[in-house]
């Protein structure tokens, strides 16, 4: 760029032509920055059928309340018709192996 010293009537031209260079500076960093931005890749996300059908299986748990209601039932049903008998050997030796683990006995 030169500047015309000996005619300082034409500082405009001067002006001009820095407002011009500071619009093409602009203009490259536009234009520089919508390049890079179409040159990225866009992040993606797949998840796998196996995730998806443990997912769903996560919420069926979560929503479930964890008792057999039916198992339940049954033995009601039972208990009220007299029916349901208890093994004492057996409840026995549950009490005492259930002790033992509370107390660290054997």
């Known amino acids: 760029m030169a ?3 000996n005619n300082l009537q034409n500082t405009g031209q001067v002006k001009t032509d ?3 260079q500071n619009q093409q500076r602009q203009q490259t960093t536009v234009q520089q920055n919508a390049t890079q931005t179409a040159n990225q890749k866009q992040d993606s ?4 059928p ?5 997912a769903k299986l ?3 748990a979560s929503n479930s309340s964890g008792v057999d209601q039916e198992k ?5 049903q039972a208990i009220a018709e007299g029916k349901y008998k208890i093994n004492v050997e ?3 030796r549950r ?9 660290g006995k054997k």
């Open 72 to 76: 339940v039932d049954k033995i009601k």
């Open 95 to 103: 009490i005492v192996q259930f002790e033992s683990e509370i107390f």
């Open 58 to 60: 996560t919420d069926k």
């Open 90 to 92: 057996q409840l026995a």
């Open 45 to 48: 996300v797949s998840i796998t």
């Open 3 to 5: 500047i015309n010293v």
């Open 18 to 20: 820095k407002v011009e």
């Open 50 to 54: 196996q995730a998806q059908q443990f």
